[in-house]
């Protein structure tokens, strides 16, 4: 189970992120973060502290986000990954596409 709570708005979207975001849910991930976005296209920050798992799925998803983003001249950043997780971006290489904060 996961949660995508809107932190903020303006300047900047910042969304907190927490449970788990896998195939079975990555669809509805990605749904709330584009209506949000669609609604105050702006920079993108997600807060991952208490994001406990992903999935390649997942890792597809943030790709499609910060596409998204880009062709808008938006930008997405990852700050609070867990180190396990953090690797998952580090080994796909994502780390150099996307700014990863700790």
């Known amino acids: 189970m996961q949660e995508v709570r809107?932190?903020?708005?303006?300047?900047?979207?910042?969304?907190?992120?927490?449970g788990e975001i896998a195939a079975e849910n990555a669809d509805e991930?990605?749904?709330?973060?584009?209506?949000?976005?669609?609604?105050?296209?702006?920079?993108?920050?997600?807060?991952c502290s208490a994001l406990?798992?992903?999935?390649?799925?997942?890792?597809?998803?943030?790709v499609k986000i910060l596409k998204h983003?880009?062709?808008d001249g938006h930008t997405l950043k990852l700050?609070?990954?867990?180190p396990r997780l953090k690797k998952l971006f580090v080994i796909c290489a994502?780390?150099?596409?996307m700014e990863i904060e700790g």
């Open 94 to 97: 994502l780390d150099t596409i």
């Open 29 to 47: 991930f990605y749904a709330e973060v584009m209506a949000v976005y669609e609604a105050h296209p702006s920079d993108i920050t997600f807060e």
């Open 69 to 71: 983003a880009r062709s």
């Open 6 to 18: 809107v932190l903020e708005t303006s300047p900047a979207l910042s969304f907190a992120l927490s």
């Open 52 to 62: 406990t798992f992903i999935d390649s799925t997942t890792l597809g998803t943030f």
């Open 79 to 82: 700050k609070g990954l867990q």
